[in-house]
Structures are given as structure tokens and as C-alpha cells.
């Protein structure tokens, strides 16, 4: 029986524990100093939002740690001795390992502004600056400033804007998100934050920030020179791998903890996973780095494999992912780049009046489809998967979308739409199938 110690119980870490103790009765503990149990980050806006609260945000209840016999360590560790196998803690108390892994997480980006350590002035990662947030919010702000242009920011703003404080979003690029959106479903998102009524500034950037008695109280715009009033201001321009601790232990780092197809790090017997993780050769149209929350699952899942004596390479599979734009849902499955190769065709569709859009993306010479965009629209992810998979040809899949609809029953369905553009583009005739339930085969050959 191996001694296990995981470091970090945020998705990677905890599925990790879940599925070796499945696999085997090794003795696991996990560590975490941010919470005693995990819980779903990717959550914690609407605890602020007042939709849920925090006790609803853990993956499970308490008792099923104790129940499994994974042991629990709230501490916050200082650093790794690979050569003895321990791990030490602030608090001066060490723990042995017989194999480490390591899941940390990400940290939210700070670029060296002026002003930057100011009380008021934070990121959105950890259950400790939403308590911060939430203690600034109780001790008045009335005006908030979010700097950085991703999925973090723009929730960030939809938190204040649910408690009617006045957000100024500062985003560098010349669009929302244009590094990974499409023009069209860039252009989209500008239109609803404006229309949520957040003051949207393009093109712009923090130059500094300004405090009084130790607290922010203004901020400096870089391009226009324009000081804005405000308390709060939420540094959202991305995040970057928590290893600030590993660096000392002669793992090899990068960006990130460098690791093999097998998620084991340059020493034997230490492990990493999620968003610290830089996969020294990633797979093909898949990044080094990916803070995605369902990559953390999977290594969560594969690691435990090879920890349990059955050695199982990292395999993701074909990129996927989803977020929500105010109350715009947005679904990517495939290659669906911001610039559209030379070698694709792009199909997009819009709604006249709603904001929903399906695009998909097909091999020009081939036909072979590579991904699906999707707007205020729901598509099946193994139907999309497999379609993509099998190199499924364009044709084949504007006659069958209906198949991939994931909306719920009585939603109107723009299917029959898409296949009319397609025809306007292409002069053909094509028919879309009516839609029916999938049969046992198709279930078996989706899921």
C-alpha cells in the first residue's frame, strides 16, 4: 500500500483521490489550504449572485471523504523535498509521500501596475477572493472597475451588475474575447454587454491605480488618460500556473510543471495535473497549457490509472468547451479558430432578432467537417464529437443536424435555417431530416 499525497483539491486533485481510492487501498491524502473540501470554482459567481450558497457548491458532501478514507489536510505548503519525498507546511510540520501529486491550479495574472497590491484591488480564482469581494461589496462600492477582457472578467462584471453596482469593463483587444472568437460571435457579445448596460471600453488599458489610505480609489486609463473613480478593481487579465512553491525542488518547470503523456513530472514519482500542468508534447490542435476544468477531470481520471499499476497515456480528445455570456450560452466543439484558415470554409448563421448563431467549420477540399460553434443554441457534444471524429462530410451533417440538438423540448429549433444558408452558399437542395429520437445504436454509438 503506496502513500499518496495530493497537493490541491480543486477538480484535478479530488478526481484524482476519487478514482485511486476506487482503484486501490492506498492510503491518499489530500491537501488544500483555500478550503477544507472541494468545491466547484467555476461557481463561486453565483454564490455572490445570491443564486446559491457556498455549502452548494461542494462536489460532495462531507462525510464521503471520511466514508472513502481520504484524508484531509488544511494547511497551506511551503515546499517539496524530492530527495527525502516530503512535503513541508508553513506552520514548521512535514508529510512523506511515496508518490506526489501535485494540482494547484492556476493564479490570477498581476503585470506590475502601479497600485496593484492596493486593498480593493484583487482577481476571481479562489474562495478567498470572493469573500473579499463580498467584504468590499458590504463596505460600500459604488463603482467597480474590471480590467482584462476573458471569461473571468466578464463574469466578474455580471456579478456587480446583479447588485446594481456601475461596471467599467477595460478590454485591450479591439473586441471582446477576438483571440478566440470569430468576428461575428465577437461582435455579438460586445452588443449584450453594452446592452446590460456596462460601460465597455475597447482598446483600452490599466495604466495605474490610485489609493487613498491604502485603498484603491481611481484608476488611470492607459490610452486615454482618463482617471476613473472607483473602490474596487478586478484584475481578470488571465491567470497563469500556481508554482511559485515548486520552483526550489528541481522539478522542471516552464510556464507550467512540465510533464509526459503520462502526467509524471522530470522526477520519478511526482505527478501533476490541471491548470498548473505543461504538457511537454501536447497533442495535435491542443494547447500546452489548457485552465479548463474538464481537462482537470480527465487527467484527474488518468493519472489514478497509472498510480494504480495500469499506465494510461493523457488522451483529451477532441477540444470542447463552453461559457455563458450574461445570459448568452456559448458551446465550441473542434477547431473553430478566430481567423479562419485559408484551407476552411466557415458557415455561419445568426438569428435576425435573437442573439443565438450556429457556425460550422468544414475542410474546403475534402468536406470534412472540424468544428461547431454555437450560440444561444445547445448541440449534443458526442453527436458534434463524432461527426468530427469520423471526418463526417458537411452534407451528411447539414442533413442530419437535427440529431445534434440538445435544446429543450418546445425550443424552437433553427436547424431547418442553417440548412437554407448552406444552400443560398452552395446552390444545392439539401433536406434536413426530421427529427427523431435516437435509437438504441445511435445511443450507444453517441455516448
Given at each position: 500500500m503506496a502513500k499518496i499525497i495530493i497537493i490541491g483539491n480543486g477538480i484535478a486533485g479530488s478526481t484524482a483521490a476519487r478514482y485511486i481510492r476506487k482503484n486501490s487501498d492506498h492510503d491518499i491524502t489530500m491537501i488544500s489550504g483555500e478550503t477544507r473540501f472541494p468545491f466547484s470554482r467555476t461557481a463561486l459567481m453565483y454564490v455572490y449572485m445570491g443564486h446559491m450558497k457556498f455549502e452548494n457548491t461542494k462536489l460532495y458532501e462531507d462525510w464521503f471523504w471520511v466514508k472513502n478514507r481520504i484524508n484531509i489536510i488544511t494547511k497551506w505548503v511551503q515546499n517539496i523535498d524530492t530527495n527525502t519525498k516530503t512535503v513541508a507546511f508553513y506552520d514548521g510540520s512535514s508529510i512523506s509521500y511515496d508518490k506526489l501529486i501535485i494540482?494547484?491550479?492556476?493564479k490570477p495574472n498581476k503585470f506590475g501596475w502601479p497600485g496593484q497590491d492596493l486593498d480593493g484591488v484583487q482577481g476571481l480564482y479562489h474562495l478567498q477572493d470572493l469573500e473579499n469581494m463580498e467584504s468590499a461589496t458590504q463596505q460600500g462600492i459604488k463603482k467597480a472597475v474590471v480590467?482584462?477582457?476573458?471569461l473571468i472578467g466578464i463574469e466578474m462584471a455580471e456579478m456587480f451588475h446583479s447588485r446594481h453596482i456601475p461596471v467599467t469593463f477595460l478590454v485591450r483587444e479591439a473586441s471582446f474575447w477576438d483571440a478566440v472568437l470569430p468576428?461575428?460571435?465577437?461582435?455579438?457579445?460586445?452588443?449584450?454587454?453594452?446592452a446590460h448596460g456596462i460601460d465597455l471600453r475597447l482598446g483600452e488599458e490599466l495604466l495605474e491605480i490610485k489609493g487613498q489610505h491604502g485603498k484603491a480609489s481611481a484608476i488611470i486609463c492607459k490610452n486615454s488618460g482618463e482617471v476613473i473613480p472607483c473602490e474596487f478593481v478586478g484584475l481578470t487579465v488571465g491567470v497563469s500556473p500556481n508554482i511559485d512553491f515548486v520552483k526550489p525542488s528541481g522539478i522542471t518547470i516552464n510556464r507550467g510543471i512540465v510533464v509526459d503523456e503520462y502526467l509524471e513530472t522530470s522526477v520519478k514519482d511526482v505527478y501533476a495535473l490541471g491548470d498548473c500542468v505543461e504538457l511537454?508534447?501536447?497533442n495535435p490542435g491542443r494547447r500546452s497549457i489548457e485552465a479548463v476544468w474538464y481537462t482537470g477531470r480527465m487527467m484527474g481520471?488518468?493519472?489514478?490509472?497509472?498510480?494504480?499499476d495500469k499506465p494510461t497515456k493523457y488522451e483529451p480528445g477532441i477540444w470542447f468547451n463552453s461559457a455563458k455570456f450574461f445570459d448568452i450560452e456559448y458551446q465550441v466543439y473542434g477547431d473553430i479558430?478566430?481567423?479562419t484558415p485559408a484551407h476552411i470554409t466557415s458557415l455561419y448563421w445568426k438569428h435576425p432578432t435573437e442573439n443565438k448563431a450556429i457556425r460550422i467549420n468544414f475542410d474546403t477540399a475534402s468536406g470534412a467537417v472540424t468544428g461547431f460553434n454555437l450560440m444561444g443554441i445547445r448541440y449534443r457534444h458526442a453527436v458534434c464529437e463524432k461527426w468530427i471524429a469520423d471526418k463526417t462530410?458537411?452534407?451528411t451533417v447539414i442533413e442530419n443536424l437535427s440529431l445534434a440538438n440538445f435544446d429543450p423540448e418546445f425550443f424552437e429549433e433553427y436547424e431547418s435555417a442553417f440548412v437554407d444558408k448552406y444552400n443560398q452558399k452552395s446552390s444545392k437542395s439539401?433536406?434536413?431530416?426530421s427529427k427523431r429520437k435516437l435509437s438504441l445504436v445511435e445511443r450507444f454509438l453517441f455516448s
Open positions: 494540482a494547484t491550479g492556476s480590467v482584462g477582457g476573458g468576428p461575428e460571435e465577437s461582435e455579438m457579445i460586445n452588443k449584450h454587454i453594452l511537454a508534447n501536447p481520471k488518468t493519472v489514478a490509472q497509472t498510480i494504480c479558430p478566430a481567423k462530410n458537411i452534407e439539401l433536406k434536413l431530416k
